[in-house]
């Protein structure tokens, strides 16, 4: 899930990068980091409507100039925002932790606890929110979905490479069946999602030997 639109931005897989060029000062990554959490904070404690950028600037002390001049918009902070929450709750996994498919496990499991609590919260009200204001959610997974889905895709490409992953569909059309089942099964409270249900459906999809 790439996540580039112009603007400095933070990837969510652990490593966090500003990609995009910028002119006069280099970004303080103190500061950053306060906007950006400060914003994360204020979405899970009040909700998106009373996140806005004269809250975001009163709650990190930053100036509003600051952040209208690193974010092209509110939508793209929050998104942003939720991005680096995610960086260090969800990272993306490692090479060296274990084949692709004990990977998947461990990822899918943990992003089903996630949705358990204000992340989950947090994430479906900022897709909301791209929506509303834009039509769809395009500028969400630009932001944030596109670099991860990439990244998992290219982890089950590997496993079907190296034969430890049987399935032999599409690897995109694999993470969808996962992520989008958990995340369809979450939105509409089809049914309790459960690390040990998460790790069965990768099961399931990816057909592992191991």
């Not at 990190?60 to 939508?75: F, H």
Request: proline fraction near 5%.
């Amino acid at each position: 899930m790439r996540e580039e639109t112009g603007v400095a931005m933070v990837k969510g897989g652990g490593d966090e990068a500003d990609s995009a060029p910028r002119r006069g000062r280099p970004r303080s990554i103190e500061t950053t980091n306060a906007i950006l959490e400060s914003a994360y904070a204020l979405m899970a404690a009040t909700g998106l409507a009373t996140t806005t950028i004269d809250a975001v600037a009163r709650h990190s002390s930053v100036s509003k100039m600051t952040i209208y001049k690193w974010w092209p918009s509110r939508e793209a902070l929050l998104i942003d925002a939720f991005l680096h929450h995610a960086a260090q709750m969800l990272p993306l996994p490692p090479v060296s932790s274990g084949t692709p498919a004990a990977r998947a496990r461990r990822h899918a499991a943990a992003y089903a606890e996630a949705l358990q609590g204000e992340f989950g919260k947090v994430q479906l009200a900022v897709i909301s929110e791209c929506i509303s204001r834009t039509g769809s959610a395009e500028l969400f997974y630009a932001r944030y979905l596109q670099f991860r889905r990439d990244a998992l895709v290219e982890m089950i490409a590997a496993g079907q490479t190296d034969g430890s992953v049987l399935a032999e569909a599409a690897p995109e059309d694999l993470y969808d069946a996962i992520y989008g089942s958990l995340f369809y099964r979450y939105v509409f409270g089809i049914a309790p999602i459960t690390p040990a249900y998460a790790r069965n459906l990768v099961d399931m999809v990816l057909q592992p030997k191991d």
